[in-house]
């Protein structure tokens, strides 16, 4: 069996390299080709390009980096099309992969879409789109086959391989030994992504607000995981005035969140990983200006966050572009490690969300997968 992947930044490279086990199990001497990061690397995937190549997001942002990504999307669709492997997983990043899907697919390859497109939050009109791309979707949600399908899309849910890899229990005294945070210390995980134009908007703010926390906080202790390739940019933020000692390390954010108190941390998949460890969170992003009022228009729902949206309510604040100020960050994170009856409903929470998304989702994929193929 050969099959081409596309995932696109560290969380589609942490994803496709869970999605990867499963499929090995399923097809010994696999080979997988395409787009992918040092992860799925590990496991063996060749890859043609890596997936940083693809971590750029707003639509600003993009623009800048348009050729370039356009580019490696022909050349990609026709290396696949002259490899000719036994089928496509594309994995989230659904501006790529859904334009390539439908020219692979319309080529006579079958293609899966690994990640619903969040058309239940902005851009419903993407589903039709998806019809073109992918002959299935694997979900990780449990109220997204639904949708799908009354737009005439194949869908299974899969869950969330996530909550296979994290534990029920997050392992937190190990976590602390291995990243030398004394047990008593009360630690604040900073993590502001692992996109460049991440880094630029949001990481000088959390810092800020770290800053403001040590102040009002003495003794707080504070830790950041860096993406790979992301040090050269964030180690010269760590001069600015004011600011605290800073741990940075390199990956090993789920080390960070298994041991700290509480997270300052970028909307995204990160979101979820937090609300998975069972910590306390308080969400921000920046992006710019442009890029945020186009994409502020198309939101159908009231959250940005992906725990607030799974759980349907704000159980943990956000504070999004012009809230995003240093202030509003450190009251928030303040207002939630004095509210000791708050954490311990927010605790119950995510361990019911946890047990909602965790389906072995390496094998439910892998089985939806090879029903796809027929193999």
């Known amino acids: 069996m050969r099959l081409g992947m596309v995932a696109g930044e560290a969380s589609g490279d942490l994803l496709a390299s869970l999605l990867l086990g499963g499929l090995q199990a399923h097809w010994p001497g696999l080979s997988t080709v395409g787009i992918g990061g040092p992860r799925m690397r590990a496991l063996g995937f060749e890859a043609w390009w890596p997936s940083d190549k693809l971590a750029v997001r707003g639509y600003v942002e993009v623009l800048r980096h348009y050729r370039e990504i356009a580019g490696i999307r022909r050349r990609l669709a026709e290396r696949l099309l002259d490899d000719r492997p036994d089928g496509f997983i594309g994995i989230d990043a659904p501006d790529f992969n859904l334009g390539l899907e439908a020219t692979l697919k319309a080529a006579g390859l079958k293609t899966i879409h690994f990640v619903c497109p969040s058309i239940w939050a902005w851009r419903g009109g993407r589903a039709r789109k998806i019809v073109r791309s992918a002959d299935r979707v694997l979900c990780l949600f449990p109220f997204e086959p639904e949708l799908l399908r009354s737009h005439g899309v194949a869908a299974s849910y899969v869950g969330h391989p996530l909550a296979d890899a994290i534990p029920i229990e997050p392992p937190r005294a190990a976590a602390r030994q291995s990243l030398g945070l004394g047990d008593d210390a009360t630690v604040i995980a900073l993590l502001p992504g692992s996109r460049r134009s991440e880094i630029e908007y949001i990481a000088p703010t959390l810092l800020q607000a770290a800053g403001l926390l040590a102040l009002r906080r003495p003794g707080l202790r504070f830790v950041l995981p860096v993406a790979p390739g992301l040090r050269a940019p964030i180690e010269p933020l760590l001069a600015a005035p004011g600011l605290p000692a800073i741990q940075l390390v390199d990956g090993r954010s789920h080390e960070a969140l298994a041991a700290c108190d509480l997270t300052l941390i970028a909307s995204g998949t990160a979101t ?67 509210d000791a009856a708050g954490l311990e409903r927010l605790h119950q929470r995510f361990v019911d969300l946890h047990h909602l998304l965790r389906r072995d989702t390496a094998r439910c994929a892998t089985d939806a997968i090879a029903q796809t193929l027929g193999a």
Not at 298 to 312: D, E, K, S, T
Not at 320 to 337: G, R
């Open 272 to 338: 979820l990983e937090a609300a998975l460890f069972k910590r306390p969170m308080v969400i921000a992003y920046r992006m710019h200006p442009l890029s945020w009022a186009l994409m502020k228009r198309m939101a159908y729902q009231p959250w940005v966050g992906l725990p607030n949206i799974l759980c349907r309510d704000f159980v943990v604040p956000e504070r999004i572009q012009e809230d995003c100020t240093p202030q509003a960050l450190a009251d928030a994170a303040l207002a939630q490690l004095d």
